[in-house]
């Protein structure tokens, strides 16, 4: 199994205000889209409850400690070690409690940043260029859907070289 994270964060690690993503960009969702779709993402109860919905042509896993949540999209686990179990290509997909709890496992992470400052709520954990060495980076573009200046970047655990 490949386990890898993927997030968008502001400049100070914002991922989420009132249960929601303070921005919107196109760019990143067309981005997660093509990573994600066909694999399987992992998210918290919250996060999963923010989208409404499973997302589709990819299997979705909500972690959870409620032993009477029961999604009819979603697959359901109720511990960290569940994950280890799933097949094929994973990614940790929010919240930031799960971010937290699994940034130390992954074995990549791709990581949209912001470039600017929102309010937040809701962050994800630091992390430094010690751990990961960055395979790419690639600014996003910009046009009349994508207006805040973002950068797109693959970052891969030093120890898995």
């Known amino acids: 199994m490949m386990l890898s994270l993927i997030v968008c964060h502001d400049q100070n690690r914002v991922i989420g205000?009132?249960?929601?993503?303070?921005?919107?960009?196109?760019?990143?969702?067309k981005r997660v889209k093509a990573l994600t779709t066909g694999n399987t993402i992992v998210m918290g109860r919250k996060t999963y409850e923010s989208l409404g919905k499973a997302l589709p042509n990819r299997r979705n896993v909500v972690l959870t400690r409620d032993a009477s949540f029961q999604p009819v999209d979603a697959d359901v686990i109720h511990n960290l070690e569940d994950i280890a179990a799933l097949e094929g290509h994973v990614f940790i997909f929010g919240g930031q409690n799960l971010y937290e709890q699994t940034i130390d496992m992954v074995d990549d992470m791709y990581v949209t940043v912001i470039e600017q400052k929102f309010p937040g709520d809701a962050f994800f954990p630091e992390y430094t260029f010690e751990d990961f060495k960055v395979q790419s980076i690639e600014s996003g573009e910009l046009?009349?859907?994508?207006?805040?200046?973002?950068h797109f970047m693959h970052l891969v655990r030093k120890n898995n070289d």
């Open 143 to 150: 046009d009349d859907r994508n207006l805040i200046p973002h």
């Open 17 to 29: 205000y009132e249960n929601k993503m303070p921005w919107h960009l196109p760019n990143d969702l």
